[in-house]
Every structure is written in C-alpha cells, then in structure tokens.
Nanobody
Framework: QVQLVESGGGWVQAGGSLRLSCTAS????????LGWFRQAPGKERDFIAG????????YYAESVKGRFTISRDNAKNTAYLQMNSLKPEDTAVYYCAAQASGSYYYMREPKYWGQGTQVTVSS
C-alpha cells in the first residue's frame, strides 16, 4: 500500500511554469507505476502523463506533450510534474496516482490517489 501527497500547485500567469511533487509513503515506491491526472471544473478527470517504475519510459497526452515533463526519484519516494508554457486551459486540480501493475501509457483506474493540488493559470 502507498499513500500519496501532492504539493506545488498554485497560481501562475499564462506562459509561466510550475513543478508539482508527489511524495509517497512506504518502502515500495519503486514498485509502482505512477501517473498524473487532472480535472477541470465540470469536466472528467483526464490522464495526462505516466512513468514506468524505473523512470525509463514516459507517456504524455497530446494536450501536454512538449510542455510537461514527468519524472521520479525513487531514492526520495517522489515523483514530479514539471509544467512549462502553461495555458489557461491547464487550470485544474492535479492528481498523482499509482498502480502496481498495468501500463504506464494507459492508466485507467489506478488504485492509489493523492488528494489533489489546484493549479490556476490566468490569461
């Protein structure tokens, strides 16, 4: 079992950057596939980035490809989402999620979720 806590959200102007962190409890962090999701007001929660256990492979949704970077540091039990060139349409609650099996490029219903962190991008 793993518990996830996101941090790093906030308010930023369009074109700016933020880095989200996802810190996990437990000693088996490296055994989980990790991903980031986001949910804008009135919309469904979308899978936007995934990373393998080792961090060697990553996946990005088209909406964030080239602007966002997912990474992880297994020694620190932490995953990151570096968000650059932010747009107002990136405004959402961002969630970190983990699953023990499955694919890093299609995370449908991860078992473990963080509480979410709000990101607001103003124009």
């Amino acid at each position: 079992q793993v518990q996830l806590v996101e941090s790093g959200g906030g308010w930023v102007q369009a074109g700016g950057s933020l880095r989200l962190s996802c810190t996990a409890s437990g000693r088996t962090f490296s055994s989980y596939i990790l991903g980031w999701f986001r949910q804008a007001p009135g919309k469904e929660r979308d899978f936007i980035a995934g990373i393998t256990r080792s961090g060697g492979s990553t996946y990005y949704a088209e909406s964030v490809k080239g602007r966002f970077t997912i990474s992880r540091d297994n020694a620190k039990n932490t995953a990151y989402l570096q968000m650059n060139s932010l747009k107002p349409e990136d405004t959402a609650v961002y969630y970190c999620a983990a699953q023990a099996s499955g694919s890093y490029y299609y995370m449908r219903e991860p078992k473990y979720w963080g509480q979410g962190t709000q990101v607001t991008v103003s124009s």
